[in-house]
């Protein structure tokens, strides 16, 4: 397959996932009502690990040293970015919380220059700040969000995560099967989730039938196709493109808002598509003039 149609699919994938995670922002929310915020993520990350173990299990032949050591290491960051997410989730909005989390995208070309000792182009580090100028427009309603809280420092920690989970993921899957690599990192986040939950938290979990549905979905949707979907992706990404793709999760998380009633489409709302629309094509505008991929 040549090159430039991988490079395609590959956008494709992380788009999709972003769709995905668009769509499961209200059911996040409204399962921590009923579920502690470990043993979410701990049920999630086991439905997750085990449904792609069973549907790829001859891929696990694979496994080697080197398998359990990246995916255990991906495992630890996304692990750490979900759980400062979701437990910011219970102290502040909705909107602060997306787009916190999101300034990944700025951060990351920052972090590859740091690695590679190789300055970004200076499009994409443009791109990097009108995409998050977007991402506020969707995410933040100024006259109804409040002061900086705790909420609001962890949601930051954990888009700091993100962003060392994207170079990660970019990585450690080269020249290793990405599916393999997603089951020990799925393994990983989950045991880390239990033992919080276990230490932190309550347990047995209490909760209804109704958020075993709900459950379901983030573990198999949100979890195993769309992590598994950002993974393949970002194999064959660059870093600070794929950062940029992932971003969409906002725009996508206001859009379902808005087909649920749950939100109107306003001026703020179109000026924040915009924005990230345009960054994404400034990105993609002219070809940086390095896009070597990070080593460590």
Not at 173 to 188: C, E, H, K, P
Request: positive net charge.
């Amino acid at each position: 397959m040549k090159k430039s149609r991988i490079s395609l699919l590959a956008k494709l994938a992380l788009v999709t996932a972003t769709l995905i995670w668009g769509s499961s922002f209200v059911v996040m929310k409204n399962t921590l009502a009923a579920v502690p915020s470990f043993y979410l993520l701990a049920i999630r990350f086991t439905i997750g690990a085990a449904a792609l173990a069973i549907i790829f299990f001859k891929r696990l032949r694979e496994l080697d040293v080197s398998y359990l050591v990246g995916g255990g290491i991906m495992g630890f960051l996304l692990f750490g970015a979900y759980a400062l997410q979701t437990v910011g989730l219970n102290y502040t909005t909705p909107g602060k919380n997306a787009f916190l989390t999101t300034v990944y995208c700025i951060i990351v070309p920052f972090l590859t220059w740091a690695l590679t000792k190789e300055r970004p182009p200076l499009q994409t580090l443009i791109a990097a700040a009108v995409c998050v100028a977007g991402v506020w427009l969707v995410s933040v309603n100024p006259a109804a969000e409040g002061g900086v809280n705790k909420g609001d420092m962890l949601t930051l920690g954990g888009g700091f995560m993100f962003a060392l989970h994207i170079l990660a993921v970019t990585h450690y899957s080269r020249g290793r099967d990405i599916i393999a690599l997603t089951v020990i990192q799925f393994a990983s986040s989950a045991a880390l989730a239990w033992v919080f939950g276990l230490i932190f938290e309550n347990f047995p979990p209490s909760f209804g039938a109704g958020a075993v549905t709900s459950l379901a979905y983030l573990g198999l949707a949100a979890t195993a196709a769309a992590l598994l979907l950002q993974n393949i992706g970002q194999k064959y990404t660059p870093p600070s493109t794929a950062a940029l793709l992932l971003s969409l999760e906002a725009v996508f998380g206001a859009m379902f808002s808005i087909l649920a009633g749950s939100e109107r489409l306003s001026p703020q709302l179109i000026c924040g598509f915009v924005l990230i629309f345009g960054a994404l094509v400034l990105s993609e505008a002219k070809p940086p003039h390095n896009n070597k991929e990070f080593t460590m």
